[in-house]
């Protein structure tokens, strides 16, 4: 993998390799991978479909918080 | 001989969109007041925008999860979205808003060559600043604005960390170097041969060689079409949808 930046490789790299505990939940119809963020709120991380239109959900866009349950 | 059971994976959870369903743990995944309790956020009903806007931001994530403390484009979230752009006819144009540092060469480039084959109308704009494989992303619009206090840095791909001895890897860093070069080359007014020279000056790093363009003179050398803000950019965009029409619509003369 080239990474071309200006920024310095220590800044970026350092803290790779620490894994997200993530899941995969059906929000909106969508498949999405999600991480737990706090009491009954999940982060949206990835979607993952084939329908180009899911991406444009606002709801969806990674990084975005869902007021969810994990059991 | 083993008698091996295959074993179909099993349906992923189908729900139906306009359903309010609820899951096992009571979660209606279709619920607006219950965003609106618990985070504050308000969703209103949108009505489609004629114009789009994209932004590159932070790092470009390549194949690797960047540690938290990155900003970063996600291309796999990026390339699907494009694809809907493409799509959708309601969707007349495409702004791109840019402000990278550089980031992954492949999936930098892979946004850049779907901007680049986009057949609707876009118009880039470099904010800040547009560095490293934040070039080729720039120049794959149909038109491209920078600001005045924008800056992009031109400097050599490298390995980062990895001293170069060994002739393969050379090569293949050449091979990368020149895929970038064609890229921007094509894709803008600037010739090889000044890219190039951008690219190798020394003593304007500190840690590189190559050059830090300030907005008029990204303009000067021929990378990007004109300077410019946000209203520039969005007044070209609309000039382009326009004609695309007028062409569209086979007006006989």
């Given at each position: 993998?080239?990474?071309?930046?200006?920024?310095?490789?220590?800044?970026?790299?350092?803290?790779?390799?620490?894994?997200?505990?993530?899941?995969?939940?059906?929000?909106?119809?969508?498949?999405?991978?999600?991480?737990?963020?706090?009491?009954?709120?999940?982060?949206?991380?990835?979607?993952?479909?084939?329908?180009?239109?899911?991406?444009?959900?606002?709801?969806?866009?990674?990084?975005?918080?869902?007021?969810?349950?994990?059991? | 001989?083993?008698?091996?059971?295959?074993?179909?994976?099993?349906?992923?959870?189908?729900?139906?969109?306009?359903?309010?369903?609820l899951d096992s743990s009571g979660n209606s995944s279709s619920q607006p007041l219950e965003n609106l309790k618990e985070l504050g956020q308000l969703e209103l009903p949108k009505p489609k925008a004629a114009i789009h806007t994209l932004t590159i931001i932070g790092q470009i994530e390549g194949h690797l999860v960047m540690p938290p403390q990155n900003k970063t484009t996600k291309y796999e979230h990026l390339l699907p979205q494009l694809v809907a752009l493409e799509q959708d006819p309601d969707i007349k144009g495409v702004m791109?808003?840019?402000?990278?540092?550089?980031?992954?060469?492949?999936?930098?480039?892979?946004?850049?060559?779907?901007?680049?084959?986009?057949?609707?109308?876009?118009?880039?704009?470099?904010?800040?600043?547009?560095?490293?494989?934040?070039?080729?992303?720039?120049?794959?619009?149909?038109?491209?604005?920078?600001?005045?206090?924008?800056?992009?840095?031109?400097?050599?791909?490298?390995?980062?960390?990895?001293?170069?001895?060994?002739?393969?890897?050379?090569?293949?860093?050449?091979?990368?170097?020149?895929?970038?070069?064609?890229?921007?080359?094509?894709?803008?007014?600037?010739?090889?041969?000044?890219?190039?020279?951008?690219?190798?000056?020394?003593?304007?790093?500190?840690?590189?060689?190559?050059?830090?363009?300030?907005?008029?003179?990204?303009?000067?050398?021929?990378?990007?079409?004109?300077?410019?803000?946000?209203?520039?950019?969005?007044?070209?965009?609309?000039?382009?949808?326009?004609?695309?029409?007028?062409?569209?619509?086979?007006?006989?003369?």
């Open positions: 993998m080239l990474i071309h930046s200006v920024m310095p490789p220590q800044l970026t790299i350092e803290g790779l390799g620490a894994a997200s505990q993530s899941l995969e939940k059906v929000i909106d119809g969508t498949k999405v991978t999600v991480e737990p963020a706090g009491e009954n709120t999940v982060r949206v991380i990835r979607i993952i479909s084939t329908n180009p239109q899911d991406f444009l959900n606002p709801r969806l866009q990674p990084g975005s918080l869902i007021p969810y349950t994990l059991k | 001989m083993n008698k091996q059971t295959i074993e179909w994976p099993s349906k992923p959870e189908e729900t139906p969109p306009n359903k309010p369903n791109i808003i840019i402000n990278t540092v550089g980031g992954d060469v492949e999936a930098g480039l892979a946004i850049a060559e779907m901007i680049a084959s986009l057949s609707k109308p876009t118009v880039s704009i470099v904010l800040g600043g547009g560095h490293s494989i934040g070039v080729p992303i720039a120049v794959a619009a149909d038109y491209s604005f920078i600001a005045e206090t924008a800056t992009m840095t031109i400097h050599p791909i490298r390995l980062t960390g990895l001293v170069i001895g060994v002739p393969q890897t050379y090569e293949y860093l050449e091979k990368m170097q020149e895929r970038v070069i064609n890229f921007v080359v094509k894709k803008s007014r600037i010739s090889e041969a000044d890219f190039k020279e951008l690219m190798l000056q020394t003593g304007e790093l500190a840690m590189d060689i190559g050059t830090v363009v300030v907005g008029k003179k990204a303009v000067e050398v021929g990378l990007i079409d004109e300077i410019g803000g946000l209203s520039q950019a969005l007044g070209k965009l609309q000039k382009l949808i326009e004609a695309e029409k007028a062409q569209g619509s086979g007006l006989k003369c």
